[in-house]
């Protein structure tokens, strides 16, 4: 640690002019929603934003299945205790990927699954992880309700909706995890 | 498939007001720097955006390593043929994980690499993920070079410098890697 990190006003006024750290410091998990409906569109930009994602040899390992349908969600949320907020979600993103694409398919799928992340938070929409792989039985469980054919796998089920508010960011910032020129 | 994805209009009106979605299009892999010097500091903002990223059971299971040692830096180059260009570069930010802290750090370290990646764009910065995990050859060049403790793994070696400009993203979308309420 050869310089001081004490840069948080540096960091701050960045933040204040750039929308876009700004985004990436205010997502939260949101886990609580309002009735709000999400329209199909903004769901395809939040895809349009998740495949827009970095891919180890650009191989592109990754499908997105967007679901509404009320009844599949609350079969999700019954069998899915991670993500039982689901059934009060307006929608669902699920990110998947093709192990015989990328063997590393879930890394891709991660920096894709970010990218939503973040374009829900910059649109205004709240949205959650919720981890399928490399659990077998929830990935399982997704596979079966939603008809997913051979040799898709499910990494992230993302529950989608407008905040109640009542889910806040973290600062998870710890300058001890931070090693500069030498560990 | 059962609304129509001819929706471009839309999104390309909605990039040229989010900030946030226009930096997760125009994010590009950039291999080729100039010779302008980046900022510690500047690099701490992108550490910072990383350790905002969401991780499974909040376990925050990464570290992050700056490098701005010119020797250690060509040394790495030669030693990893995917990640040469940061011989030319002016930094680099090595994500580890703790697979002691969670078996599945590489999907937590994904989404802050993301992060980082955005974050760098966002500040007129460039970067590129080179992978380390899961290649023992390559996590192992990067360990023994910059002494990397146990039982630390590195997921992603990322050059960072000012751009030229010969790097360009790439349009990715494909709807046909798109399923709504069905396969």
Known sequence: ????????????????????????????????YTDQPVKTEDLVTLVKA???????????PWEFYILQDRGQMEALAQQLPYAKMVANAQAAIIVLGNPDVSSYWYLDCSAATQ??????????????????????????????????????????LIPIGYPTGSDKPKDKWNEAKVHINGW
């Open 50 to 60: 998740g495949m827009a994602a970095p891919s180890g040899m650009d191989r592109r």
């Open 115 to 156: 990218n939503i992340l973040l374009a829900a938070e910059s649109m205004g929409l709240g949205a959650v992880w919720t981890a399928a792989y490399p659990y077998e039985d929830r990935m399982s469980a997704i596979i079966k309700t939603l008809n997913i054919p051979e040799p898709y796998k499910p990494l992230v």
């Open 1 to 32: 640690m050869l310089v001081s990190l004490m840069m948080i006003p540096q960091i701050n006024s960045l933040m204040a002019q750039n929308e876009t750290i700004k985004t990436i410091h205010n997502r939260k998990s949101v886990r609580n």
